[in-house]
């Protein structure tokens, strides 16, 4: 079976364009999560989505935008980006009962 | 608000030492705690997780972890390192009451060095 994954795996873009991140998730799993770890530090939560509903959202500007699709796949959008949001981007799916999150390779987004 | 502290960013052990890497977290019910490791760009791999069953689990690669509430710890062990230890391991908890809003709160990592 095929695990979480991700597209595209890098990425360069330059200060105010936007960016789209896809995940798709392990097949059955109804939750997606993205997160953001910069270089040197912990992941921080970003979005969580189940059933194509927004169910979390962590301290990121509105810049930051994420769907779910019927298919449980999922986007994550950033608009207008800055130097700063140069990281690893992470999409984590887990199933209904089980808690354990499964972690794509992740993308690293650069922006110059 | 529930927070995980690990602590120590950088271990360093001799190759067959024995590995202690401290997770602490703050919440007065019990969470689901898990550990993850990372690789040199690569995504995160659970190694372990406590949900509710048995305080002491063990996980892939040799290694294991021991719940302890009176400690608030869940520190992971492993008796004797392996250079292919060598990369960051990250404590993570989650609110069990959460229901299917299963947000991960993470430590800071502690890198993990392996010395021949």
């Known amino acids: 079976d095929a695990g979480v994954t991700q597209s595209p795996t890098h990425l360069i873009k330059t200060r105010g364009q936007h960016v789209t991140l896809r995940c798709s998730p392990i097949?059955?799993?109804?939750?997606v999560s993205w997160y953001q770890q910069v270089l040197g530090q912990g992941p921080q939560f970003i979005f969580q989505?189940?059933?194509?509903?927004?169910?979390g959202r962590g301290n990121f500007p509105d810049r930051f935008s994420a769907r779910q699709f019927p298919n449980y796949s999922s986007e994550l959008n950033v608009n207008a980006l800055l130097l700063g949001d140069s990281a690893l981007y992470l999409c984590?799916?887990?199933?209904?009962?089980?808690?354990?999150?499964?972690f794509g390779q992740g993308t690293r987004l650069t922006v110059v | 608000a529930q927070s995980v502290t690990q602590l120590g960013s950088h271990v360093s052990v001799s190759e067959g030492a024995l590995v202690l890497l401290r997770c602490n977290y703050s919440?007065?019910?019990?969470?689901?705690l898990f550990w993850y490791v990372q690789y040199p760009n690569q995504g995160l791999q659970l190694l372990l997780k406590?949900?509710?069953?048995a305080t002491l689990v063990k996980g892939i690669n040799g290694f294991e972890a021991e719940f302890k509430k009176s400690e608030t710890s869940f520190h992971l062990t492993k008796p004797s390192a392996h250079m292919s230890d060598a990369a960051e391991y990250f404590c993570?908890?989650?609110?069990?009451?959460?229901?299917?809003?299963?947000?991960?709160?993470w430590g800071l990592g502690t890198s993990l060095a392996v010395n021949p």
């Open positions: 984590a799916s887990s199933g209904t009962v089980n808690t354990e999150a499964f």
């Open positions: 097949s059955g799993h109804k939750s």
């Open positions: 989505y189940y059933e194509k509903e927004e169910r």
């Open positions: 919440s007065s019910v019990p969470p689901y």
């Open positions: 406590y949900t509710s069953a």
């Open positions: 993570a908890v989650s609110d069990r009451n959460a229901g299917n809003n299963r947000k991960l709160i």
